[in-house]
Structure formats: structure tokens, C-alpha cells
């Protein structure tokens, strides 16, 4: 299973971001999704995640702010920033929990990281 993301850059504070994550390969079905960041000298953190049914979850330093949602027909997640702040800069990452299997246990798999950086 691969996952791909793009859709990070520079943006001025106050702007938004969208990034997508694809999955492809093989796939039967995914569970939990979620974005993580990283900042320089910081741990991997979560900040926002979806299930493959119900309600998501967000980190206190973006709640309000951004909204996750994925597309189950076409295995992608997406993460829509606004109001981005300094503070948001870091290299985003995807996660998924996939079953490759019927009757397999679900392995992670992590996308490559895109890098989103805020300017004053």
C-alpha cells in the first residue's frame, strides 16, 4: 500500500491549504485515517483523524480551524486548512490503518510528507 500526498507550500498567515492523501495498491478496506505533524526538534503528533464511519477527532491547536474528510470511493484523505498561523508550519503527514485482507489484521502506512510553511 502506498499513500501519496501533496498539496503542501508557503502561504502567508491568515491563508489556507488543502492536502490530499491517496492509497493505492492493495486494498480492502481502510479503517482509521488521520494527519500528523512534525515541526523541527518536535515529535510526530496527531491532529486530526477520521474513522471509516463516525465522528472525527482534533488536536486543541486546530480545532475550528481545519476539517478533515476522506472520499472512501477513491481511498483519499484530505485536510482543508484556514486561518493557518506560523505555528502551523511543519512536514504533514498520512496515516492509514488498511486491511489488505479479508480477515487480516490492519497494518499503518505512512505517506511521504509534505511540507506546509506559514509566513508572518
Known amino acids: 500500500v502506498q499513500l501519496q500526498a501533496f498539496g503542501g507550500g508557503l502561504v502567508q498567515a491568515g491563508g489556507s491549504l488543502r492536502l490530499s492523501c491517496a492509497a493505492s495498491?492493495?486494498?480492502?478496506?481502510?479503517?482509521?485515517m488521520g494527519w500528523y505533524r512534525q515541526a523541527p526538534g518536535q515529535p510526530r503528533d496527531l491532529i486530526a483523524s477520521?474513522?471509516?464511519?463516525?465522528?472525527?477527532h482534533y488536536a486543541d491547536s486546530v480545532k475550528g480551524r481545519f476539517t478533515i474528510s476522506r472520499d472512501n470511493a477513491k481511498n483519499t484523505l484530505y485536510l482543508q486548512m484556514d486561518s493557518l498561523k506560523p505555528g502551523d508550519t511543519a512536514v504533514y503527514y498520512c496515516?492509514?490503518?488498511?486491511?489488505?485482507?479479508?480477515?487480516?489484521?490492519?497494518?499503518?502506512?505512512w505517506g511521504q510528507g509534505t511540507l506546509v510553511t506559514v509566513s508572518r
Open positions: 495498491g492493495r486494498i480492502f478496506r481502510i479503517n482509521n
Open positions: 496515516n492509514a490503518n488498511v486491511f489488505q485482507y479479508r480477515g487480516a489484521p490492519p497494518d499503518d502506512f
Open positions: 477520521i474513522p471509516s464511519g463516525g465522528s472525527t
